[in-house]
């Protein structure tokens, strides 16, 4: 088991980073690069590109960085923005692991991290955000 004398090394394992190309995916991309991962990065997006299904099923390591900006949420009855924040904190996230985890799952070895936050407290981010738990 590592220790803080001996870090947690992830050579040979590959790690995608999913989100805003922001300092928090940087700083996360970094520690998993230094740990010996390789990793790369994808904008979250749906529907997702034919070209990233291969990197996401590649994944040992699949970091969703999900957030809601700032306004995103409208009001409790702005039915379009509880839309746009389910589709990026609920269906984007789980059509990802959806990909991902039978993957994982083959190779017998995988990690999930998700990360999900933002500014607004509205009620429509607080219920879609309860959906991710």
């Not at 299904?53 to 009855?77: H, K, Y």
Request: glycine letters at 8%.
């Amino acid at each position: 088991m590592p220790s803080a004398k001996e870090p947690y090394r992830l050579e040979g394992r590959t790690a995608l980073v999913v989100g805003p190309a922001d300092e928090l995916g940087r700083e996360v991309a970094a520690a998993l690069r230094a740990a010996g991962a390789t990793v790369s990065h994808l904008q979250s997006e749906l529907p997702l590109p034919a070209a990233s299904l291969g990197e996401i099923e590649a994944a040992d390591i699949l970091i969703l960085q999900m957030f809601v900006e700032s306004g995103a949420s409208g009001g409790a009855d702005d039915w379009e923005a509880i839309d746009r924040l389910h589709r990026s904190l609920v269906t984007l996230p789980t059509a990802l692991m959806a990909k991902a985890v039978p993957a994982m799952c083959r190779r017998r070895w995988g990690r999930i991290v998700f990360l999900a936050g933002g500014e607004d407290a509205t009620p429509a981010a607080v219920a879609v955000q309860s959906a991710q738990s």
